[in-house]
């Protein structure tokens, strides 16, 4: 296998924005099987609750008071608001709300929300150009393999670097998606992904903030505007991904080229993709479903003294702020999760509301929590153990928490998420039509009629 952990720059690599571009540009519609296809709308369908359910958060009412600043034409829908915007606007907003609940779908090879970025970007082209739903889908599952293909190339170098690797992969995703619904040729995707690798976003050091979803909404923005520059005949390096001073040498340590070339047009990395029960970063959903898992064997949090968390060095790396000031910081606590999980048995958006995360009884569960790092524990799992105050011990080893591929949420799961997001900003009745043109999406001959539902 062709990987270089070397700081040397690779001299040979294949011409993989080529052969992306080429991918993108020819393959042909619904080229993939059934179970791929039904795997777009589901990843739809989960992006699509997260926008609206977020679409009344302060972060995207700052959002939509900065860009109407620019007096946008109304060319697009905001997700669950009455305001239109241009598309590279709608492309930013609705990439900020689909990820701000940090309830967005996960490929869990890379940590990357893929959809955030991809939809965000070719929902609002589609809706100004009236693409059919059959373009749409194409696109998504196109923009989706190559953000994630690429992420394959350079995870974990690139991450531990401090990337946010969804904005950075997230602006090629969005790239391809749109030269896709644009019928860009090969030779002008290949420009759209190389403008689009010269704009990639987002660092770690912003989780916890509303910048942290800013990431993919810019990825989203960036990668529609390179589609559109490239169509005009705007010109890149035609090797911006792989060249020594490329993207993926640039922002990485290691680049493993055949994580895109192999079985490109084959294996399709939405298959991948899984959907959060719980809203918060995925690396604490063990121990969430741990403590769901034990608060159903009679754990409480008046009756616990002690819960003992042996975890993967990530979920502290990542999640470990033992006292969250907001919700926000929140979704990157293990300590809220637990908690949230002891007390209400869930960890949907509710239990990250401000007022939840700095609530008494809340905060002195999360400081009974201790977590101690154990690298022989995969990253996916956990081993909690509740001390009760009249000393009885009760364990549970989460090896696959619920979302995850081996216990995956069934259609049944996104619909009642979607719900639970949806009614309260659109209602049950819109909500309801939502859903089912979502499923339907496919064959929709114009994607206004469900953007008319969704706003």
């Given at each position: 296998?062709?990987?270089?952990?070397?700081?040397?720059?690779?001299?040979?690599a294949?011409?993989?924005?080529?052969?992306?571009?080429?991918?993108?540009?020819?393959?042909?519609?619904?080229?993939?099987?059934?179970?791929?296809e039904h795997e777009?709308?589901?990843?739809?369908?989960?992006?699509?609750?997260?926008?609206?359910?977020?679409?009344?958060?302060?972060?995207v009412?700052?959002?939509?008071?900065?860009?109407?600043?620019?007096?946008?034409?109304?060319?697009?829908?905001i997700?669950?608001?009455q305001?239109?915007?241009?598309?590279g606007?709608?492309?930013?907003?609705?990439g900020?709300s689909?990820?701000?609940f940090?309830?967005?779908?996960?490929?869990l090879?890379?940590i990357?929300?893929?959809?955030?970025?991809?939809?965000s970007?070719?929902?609002?082209?589609a809706?100004?150009?009236?693409?059919?739903?059959?373009?749409?889908?194409?696109a998504?599952?196109?923009?989706?393999?190559?953000?994630c293909r690429?992420?394959?190339?350079?995870?974990?170098?690139?991450?531990?670097?401090?990337?946010?690797?969804?904005?950075?992969?997230?602006s090629?995703g969005a790239?391809?998606?749109?030269?896709?619904?644009?019928?860009?040729n090969?030779?002008?995707?290949?420009?759209?992904?190389?403008?689009?690798?010269s704009?990639?976003?987002?660092?770690?050091?912003?989780?916890?903030?509303m910048?942290?979803p800013?990431h993919?909404?810019?990825?989203?923005?960036?990668?529609?505007?390179?589609?559109?520059?490239?169509?005009?005949g705007?010109?890149a390096s035609p090797?911006?991904?792989?060249?020594?001073?490329?993207?993926?040498?640039?922002?990485?340590t290691?680049?493993?080229?055949?994580?895109?070339?192999?079985e490109?047009?084959?294996?399709?990395e939405?298959?991948?993709?899984a959907?959060?029960?719980?809203?918060?970063?995925i690396?604490?959903?063990p121990?969430?479903?741990?403590?769901?898992?034990?608060?159903?064997?009679?754990?409480?949090?008046?009756?616990l003294?002690?819960?003992?968390?042996?975890?993967?060095?990530?979920?502290?790396?990542?999640?470990?702020?033992?006292?969250?000031?907001d919700g926000?910081?929140?979704?990157?606590?293990?300590y809220?999760?637990?908690?949230a999980?002891l007390?209400f048995?869930?960890?949907?958006?509710d239990?990250?509301d401000?007022?939840?995360?700095?609530?008494?009884?809340?905060?002195a569960t999360?400081?009974k929590?201790?977590a101690?790092?154990?690298?022989?524990?995969?990253?996916?799992?956990?081993?909690?153990?509740?001390?009760?105050k009249?000393?009885?011990?009760?364990?549970?080893?989460?090896d696959?928490?619920?979302?995850?591929?081996?216990?995956?949420?069934?259609?049944?799961?996104?619909?009642a998420?979607?719900?639970?997001?949806s009614?309260?900003?659109?209602?049950?009745?819109?909500?309801?039509?939502?859903?089912?043109?979502?499923?339907d999406?496919?064959?929709?001959?114009?994607?206004?009629?469900l953007?008319?539902?969704?706003?």
């Amino acid at each position: 296998m062709a990987v270089n952990t070397k700081v040397e720059a690779d001299q040979n690599a294949p011409a993989v924005t080529r052969i992306l571009a080429e991918f993108v540009a020819t393959h042909p519609s619904k080229g993939w099987s059934d179970a791929v296809e039904h795997e777009a709308h589901r990843t739809f369908l989960n992006w699509l609750g997260c926008a609206v359910g977020a679409s009344q958060h302060e972060a995207v009412l700052a959002a939509m008071r900065a860009v109407q600043v620019l007096e946008p034409a109304a060319q697009a829908m905001i997700a669950g608001r009455q305001e239109r915007v241009d598309i590279g606007s709608a492309a930013l907003v609705n990439g900020i709300s689909s990820h701000l609940f940090d309830f967005d779908d996960t490929h869990l090879k890379t940590i990357i929300h893929p959809a955030g970025p991809v939809c965000s970007a070719v929902l609002a082209l589609a809706e100004h150009t009236g693409a059919s739903g059959r373009q749409l889908i194409d696109a998504i599952v196109l923009g989706i393999d190559v953000a994630c293909r690429i992420g394959n190339t350079i995870y974990p170098h690139h991450y531990d670097r401090g990337w946010h690797i969804t904005g950075s992969t997230g602006s090629l995703g969005a790239a391809a998606a749109c030269a896709r619904l644009l019928g860009l040729n090969t030779d002008k995707t290949a420009m759209a992904l190389g403008i689009a690798a010269s704009q990639p976003v987002g660092l770690r050091e912003q989780f916890g903030t509303m910048t942290k979803p800013f990431h993919p909404g810019g990825a989203a923005r960036a990668g529609l505007m390179s589609a559109l520059l490239a169509r005009e005949g705007f010109t890149a390096s035609p090797r911006a991904i792989e060249a020594p001073r490329g993207f993926a040498q640039v922002v990485s340590t290691k680049f493993d080229w055949n994580e895109i070339t192999d079985e490109l047009g084959q294996r399709f990395e939405i298959s991948f993709n899984a959907y959060k029960p719980f809203a918060c970063g995925i690396v604490i959903h063990p121990s969430i479903d741990a403590c769901v898992q034990l608060r159903e064997q009679g754990v409480t949090a008046d009756n616990l003294e002690r819960l003992d968390l042996r975890v993967h060095s990530l979920v502290l790396e990542l999640t470990g702020k033992k006292e969250p000031a907001d919700g926000l910081q929140g979704k990157f606590s293990v300590y809220h999760g637990c908690a949230a999980g002891l007390i209400f048995g869930r960890a949907s958006e509710d239990e990250y509301d401000d007022a939840i995360v700095n609530r008494e009884d809340v905060v002195a569960t999360r400081r009974k929590v201790v977590a101690v790092v154990d690298d022989t524990i995969d990253e996916a799992a956990v081993e909690a153990t509740a001390t009760l105050k009249d000393g009885k011990r009760l364990q549970v080893r989460v090896d696959h928490a619920i979302g995850s591929l081996q216990r995956p949420m069934t259609d049944d799961d996104l619909v009642a998420k979607f719900a639970a997001m949806s009614v309260p900003v659109l209602g049950e009745e819109k909500t309801r039509q939502l859903i089912q043109q979502c499923w339907d999406l496919s064959a929709a001959g114009d994607v206004r009629a469900l953007v008319a539902q969704a706003s």
